[in-house]
């Protein structure tokens, strides 16, 4: 029987233990930090091993493949053991698709992929088909191999995740977008990032699809590099495509094969530039899985935005609040203020991965009245913005309620309160979802 260790005791750690057990390996997980009751209490449901607190090597490293969360880096010292010793580390994500036969519909992106996901997600549930939704998203991919039967998964998949993909291969894959995000994990090369995206790339065939943003300039500047044999469908706002979609006057055509269809871009309910993308991404993708166009249109002007990402809160004396706490960098934040049409209070901070706060310049300067920095260290925030809104308008916070309260009194009738922080959240916080939470409690008791 081989043995196969999961190292991480969260979501995708657990799900990759249940999938282990149900498929007969000798089953062992090891958590360095503690490991939350929910996920405590499966693995005793499903009777797997379990330690916390720390990892005792004897029990790892004699592992026969090692199944990794995607929260740890491979310059973790037992990480870098199991490598020099030659054990095979995996991540969930190629471990589940080593037992599932579905059609996998795959997205990553720096930016715009948990949209874009949900999107393809509620447009194949509005075509009637049994359809998954996991990867870096809802329930673990793993589990759910383990425990359901799908036809299809729409999987959103970071490059933490793609770091360890070797044999797994997704029928239609998405590349959002690639901009300077976790440089700190890849040895701040830019490159080494953009490799790693590519990865959901590296087994796609003549029959699969690839969908990718060809204004994007980084995307376009990799794929000479790569061998590609999926037929490629880009979407673009500046240019007219052959094959996939554009934007026309005020709509957006999409061509697959011999079909074109046109959807008005008043119609889709996702505001803002970002999203047109978004949208002619998910099209696409639900185009190449033979949805008629009918179901596209409908689905697109009818979804609801997703929770953390420009989603309004309420709206206090006149004063929009909106949370949009899944904007951990420079170029989530920049999409964010490019889309308001109202002066803004900015409530941005966190934990800094490498930011070049200088691109977000003009838009600071036309859009932005006061700043709410909410993070330990706020330096970097206050050397890039201060000549700009000026010294007065811009304060330091350590708490959500805190942050609401000064943009509360920065703000006037008419305006809007952004939470678009640029910055990791684990200064203050457990998670984004953490922060975005507390942001709109604090909203609420306005």
């Given at each position: 029987?081989?043995?196969?260790?999961?190292?991480?005791?969260?979501?995708?750690?657990?799900?990759?233990?249940?999938?282990?057990?149900?498929?007969?390996?000798?089953?062992?997980?090891?958590?360095?930090?503690?490991?939350?009751?929910?996920?405590?209490?499966?693995?005793?449901?499903?009777?797997?091993?379990?330690?916390?607190?720390?990892?005792?090597?004897?029990?790892?490293?004699?592992?026969?493949?090692?199944?990794?969360?995607?929260?740890?880096?491979?310059?973790?010292?037992?990480?870098?053991?199991?490598?020099?010793?030659?054990?095979?580390?995996?991540?969930?994500?190629?471990?589940?698709?080593?037992?599932?036969?579905?059609?996998?519909?795959?997205?990553?992106?720096?930016?715009?992929?948990?949209?874009?996901?949900?999107?393809?997600?509620?447009?194949?549930?509005?075509?009637?088909?049994?359809?998954?939704?996991?990867?870096?998203?809802?329930?673990?991919?793993?589990?759910?191999?383990?425990?359901?039967?799908?036809?299809?998964?729409?999987?959103?998949?970071?490059?933490?995740?793609?770091?360890?993909?070797?044999?797994?291969?997704?029928?239609?894959?998405?590349?959002?977008?690639?901009?300077?995000?976790?440089?700190?994990?890849?040895?701040?090369?830019?490159?080494?990032?953009?490799?790693?995206?590519?990865?959901?790339?590296?087994?796609?065939?003549?029959?699969?699809?690839?969908?990718?943003?060809?204004?994007?300039?980084?995307?376009?500047?990799?794929?000479?590099?790569?061998?590609?044999?999926?037929?490629?469908?880009?979407?673009?706002?500046?240019?007219?495509?052959?094959?996939?979609?554009?934007?026309?006057?005020?709509?957006?055509?999409?061509?697959?094969?011999?079909?074109?269809?046109?959807?008005?871009?008043?119609?889709?309910?996702?505001?803002?530039?970002?999203?047109?993308?978004?949208?002619?991404?998910?099209?696409?993708?639900?185009?190449?899985?033979?949805?008629?166009?009918?179901?596209?249109?409908?689905?697109?002007?009818?979804?609801?935005?997703?929770?953390?990402?420009?989603?309004?809160?309420?709206?206090?004396?006149?004063?929009?609040?909106?949370?949009?706490?899944?904007?951990?960098?420079?170029?989530?934040?920049?999409?964010?203020?490019?889309?308001?049409?109202?002066?803004?209070?900015?409530?941005?901070?966190?934990?800094?991965?490498?930011?070049?706060?200088?691109?977000?310049?003009?838009?600071?300067?036309?859009?932005?009245?006061?700043?709410?920095?909410?993070?330990?260290?706020?330096?970097?925030?206050?050397?890039?913005?201060?000549?700009i809104v000026g010294k007065e308008k811009m304060t330091d916070v350590l708490s959500a309620e805190d942050a609401v309260k000064a943009a509360a009194a920065f703000a006037s009738p008419g305006d809007v309160v952004l939470l678009s922080p640029?910055?990791?959240?684990?200064?203050?916080?457990?998670?984004?979802?953490?922060?975005?939470?507390?942001?709109?409690?604090?909203?609420?008791?306005?």
């Amino acid at each position: 029987m081989s043995r196969i260790v999961i190292l991480g005791g969260a979501e995708s750690g657990v799900g990759a233990a249940v999938l282990a057990k149900v498929k007969g390996f000798d089953v062992f997980l090891s958590d360095k930090g503690k490991i939350a009751q929910e996920y405590a209490d499966t693995l005793r449901k499903w009777d797997i091993p379990y330690e916390e607190g720390g990892h005792s090597e004897e029990l790892v490293l004699n592992a026969d493949e090692v199944v990794k969360s995607p929260g740890i880096p491979s310059t973790a010292p037992l990480i870098r053991k199991l490598m020099g010793q030659g054990t095979h580390i995996i991540s969930e994500i190629e471990f589940a698709g080593r037992y599932d036969t579905a059609k996998k519909i795959c997205i990553t992106g720096s930016n715009g992929k948990t949209t874009t996901t949900s999107l393809i997600y509620y447009l194949l549930k509005n075509a009637g088909l049994n359809v998954g939704l996991g990867g870096n998203i809802g329930k673990s991919y793993a589990y759910q191999v383990a425990t359901e039967h799908f036809d299809y998964y729409v999987l959103e998949i970071s490059s933490f995740q793609l770091d360890n993909v070797y044999d797994f291969r997704p029928d239609i894959a998405v590349i959002t977008n690639i901009t300077p995000d976790h440089l700190d994990r890849y040895d701040h090369k830019m490159e080494n990032y953009v490799k790693a995206k590519f990865r959901i790339t590296r087994n796609l065939r003549p029959e699969d699809c690839f969908i990718f943003d060809s204004d994007d300039e980084i995307t376009i500047g990799h794929l000479d590099k790569i061998v590609l044999k999926a037929k490629q469908l880009p979407f673009s706002q500046r240019s007219e495509v052959s094959q996939g979609a554009f934007v026309r006057d005020d709509k957006i055509v999409l061509r697959y094969e011999k079909d074109e269809s046109e959807i008005f871009l008043n119609e889709l309910s996702l505001g803002g530039r970002h999203n047109i993308y978004n949208s002619m991404a998910a099209a696409l993708a639900a185009k190449a899985t033979g949805i008629d166009n009918k179901t596209i249109r409908d689905s697109l002007s009818s979804f609801k935005a997703v929770e953390h990402r420009l989603e309004p809160v309420l709206s206090v004396r006149d004063v929009l609040y909106i949370n949009d706490s899944k904007a951990t960098n420079v170029d989530a934040a920049w999409y964010a203020l490019e889309c308001q049409k109202r002066p803004v209070v900015w409530i941005v901070g966190g934990t800094d991965k490498g930011n070049q706060y200088s691109v977000l310049d003009s838009l600071v300067r036309s859009k932005v009245k006061a700043i709410v920095c909410l993070g330990v260290d706020n330096v970097k925030i206050h050397d890039a913005f201060e000549s700009i809104v000026g010294k007065e308008k811009m304060t330091d916070v350590l708490s959500a309620e805190d942050a609401v309260k000064a943009a509360a009194a920065f703000a006037s009738p008419g305006d809007v309160v952004l939470l678009s922080p640029c910055c990791a959240s684990f200064d203050l916080f457990k998670n984004y979802e953490d922060r975005g939470a507390r942001f709109k409690e604090a909203v609420r008791k306005l």
